[in-house]
């Protein structure tokens, strides 16, 4: 359970037993809230009861839900799965801001929060929509704000539980993934899991800490304002008996004609000894429909919708047994002034009609390996200079 207050979560976990009741599970939540003290309310005397759980429920000094959000990998306390792909649209001429996210599924919430905080959280906003909705405009005139600096957290609600936050950062013409906010079932936020069904094996996303840089108290706050400083990243995991798979995010509601620059960071963290294997990273407009890509395509077994195909299609770098990053982040971009280990595409121009890119990462191997992403942003490279 992590609060919506600032780009860094303050957050509290527990550690729920198979067949154990909900309610006891919120009353150990409870008792540890009340312990701890870990969203650091002021006045609060620890020990004496001031959080409690009734039937399930969070009761005293906690406040209302919309302060919060609810991680980790827990299934069976009726969690709502998060929206993802979220992505923020800025348009000068307009003076509007667009933002979209997908749903799990049309009937996933009961409401959706849209929260908007900007000037380094000096100022917080936003709109409780229904629960099927997958975008929301905002009127820049009517209502402005600070579009060089803008948090934006989706979060659907269900049967008053929080999910997990989508979330992006948005600094004009370009919106990057910098927060800290734990990851539900071992996934970032906004991201989702592919795996090929060409091989045995499994593709295990989780979620990596560099604890030094978590809200703690007695820390110095840590407003994660660079892909260092992020406290949490994507480790893709291949299981021992090897497969090919990884992690996807969509970013959607481009505007058709425009030119996009993607940056991203990629470590190897541990490699077979013997054999081949290799981590890469993909880029790729969708169709004109939107349509998800396949397993398939993101393998490299299908075309792409631009009809490339092939290892190498829509592929921004590559590591393989040749060269590993030896546990370090290594950045990845389409610029083309800049020297990349594999690439075959450079920045992306969306072709007519087609308002999507999807970006996704591929670990092949035919035994246990391990790499890591992050973080990642997208640069409108048509209002650079707007």
Same mark, same amino acid.
């Given at each position: ?5 600032? #780009? ?8 729920? +037993?198979?067949?154990? &009741?909900?309610? =006891? ?9 009340? !312990? ?28 209302? *839900? ?5 991680? %980790? ?14 992505? *923020? ?23 959706? #929060? ?66 800290? +906010? ?24 989780? =979620?990596? +800490?560099?604890? !030094? ?6 820390? +110095? ?49 541990? !490699? ?37 195909? %092939? ?10 047994? &040749? ?46 390996? &391990? ?7 997208? !640069? ?7």
């Amino acid at each position: 359970m992590w609060d919506n207050l600032g #780009r860094n979560a303050r957050y509290v976990a527990v550690e729920t +037993i198979a067949g154990e &009741s909900a309610e =006891m599970a919120i009353e150990r939540l409870a008792r540890k809230i009340d !312990e701890t003290n870990p969203f650091d309310w002021g006045g609060f005397p620890t020990g004496e009861n001031r959080v409690t759980s009734s039937a399930g429920d969070l009761r005293g000094v906690v406040g209302h *839900c919309a302060h919060y959000m609810t991680a %980790g990998t827990e299934t069976g306390l009726g969690i709502p799965r998060p929206p993802h792909s979220l992505t *923020c649209n800025y348009d000068p001429n307009l003076k509007k801001l667009t933002i979209k996210w997908l749903n799990p599924s049309p009937d996933a919430y009961d409401y959706t #929060r849209v929260r908007i905080n900007w000037s380094n959280y000096d100022h917080t906003g936003g709109i409780t929509v229904y629960g099927n909705t997958d975008s929301y405009v905002r009127d820049l005139v009517e209502k402005p704000l600070d579009v060089n600096d803008i948090d934006i957290l989706v979060i659907g609600v269900r049967n008053d539980i929080p999910s997990g936050a989508a979330a992006i950062h948005v600094n004009n013409n370009i919106q990057e993934e910098l927060y800290g +906010i734990p990851f539900t079932g071992g996934l970032a936020p906004n991201w989702q899991r592919w795996s090929s069904d060409t091989n045995e094996g499994e593709i295990n996303p989780q =979620m990596g +800490i560099r604890s !030094e840089m978590t809200f703690a108290k007695g820390r +110095i706050y840590n407003s994660v304002k660079t892909a260092n400083s992020k406290p949490f990243y994507q480790i893709i995991n291949v299981g021992d008996k090897g497969n090919t798979g990884g992690v996807y995010r969509k970013f959607i509601g481009l505007t058709s004609g425009h030119t996009y620059r993607i940056k991203t960071r990629l470590a190897t963290l541990s !490699e077979p000894k013997e054999g081949q294997w290799s981590a890469s990273v993909h880029a790729t407009p969708n169709g004109t429909d939107g349509r998800d890509l396949s397993t398939g395509q993101m393998a490299g077994l299908d075309a792409l919708p631009a009809g490339n195909k %092939g290892n190498a299609a829509a592929r921004m770098a590559l590591y393989d047994s &040749s060269l590993s990053t030896k546990g370090q982040f290594v950045e990845i971009s389409t610029d083309a002034t800049k020297a990349q280990r594999g690439r075959e595409i450079t920045d992306i121009t969306l072709p007519a009609g087609v308002d999507s890119i999807t970006v996704w990462v591929r670990c092949e191997s035919s035994s246990a390996l &391990s790499a890591a992403i992050d973080w990642i942003s997208l !640069e409108d490279l048509s209002l650079k200079d707007i």
